[in-house]
């Protein structure tokens, strides 16, 4: 089947800095890639999609400069988390997507920034 | 735009019994529909679509879901629930092109011995 993995799986850092998070399609090309969040005990919440080659287009209300997403090739998409602050403490999820019904979610990063 | 209600955050059942969960949409085309299981401090699993031709349809772990155009429903089934069903479920629709699957809330599955 399809996988997609992300790393770190985990991340604690101090706040002020910046946090890369990485997603990979291992064994497809992913013609898109989404980042979502999810906070405790509540569903995803989409923050950008982004296709390779191209800017990511990020929800509203979520900071662009803030959350760089870089789709750099067909199986390789980064969330840079830059100057993190506590209220960036969340789990942060990739997705890869084949074909519109094909998506398949990365195991998620839990970011902690003290 | 398209949007998912799941009934019920959280749905408790005894090992052994029928797990049902459900799902209504709201599209104004023919969806694509989606379940999904989280479990904690996980990413999301696949656990079934629909995309055309039977309604009913089959995934993994006993899971099936059945389409009802008529209802705009897509209810999640299991006839036995076993302990390691225990985890969060949601359901997803997209209706079509490349745009985002839209989530519902989803549905805590505790399963009591």
Redesign the interface.
Known sequence: GAVVSQHPSWVICKSGTSVKIECRSLDFQATTMFWYRQFPKQSLMLMATSNEGSKATYEQGVEKDKFLINHASLTLSTLTVTSAHPEDSSFYICSARQVFYEQYFGPGTRLTVT | AQSVTQLGSHVSVSEGALVLLRCNYSSSVPP?L?W?VQYP??????LL?Y?TGATLVKGINGFEAEFKKSETSFHLTKPSAHMSDAAEY?CAV?D??????V????T?LSVIA
């Open positions: 694509y989606f999904y401090n996980q990413g999301l699993q696949l679509k995309t949601f997209i079509s092109g490349n745009t985002p699957l989530f519902g809330k989803g805590r």
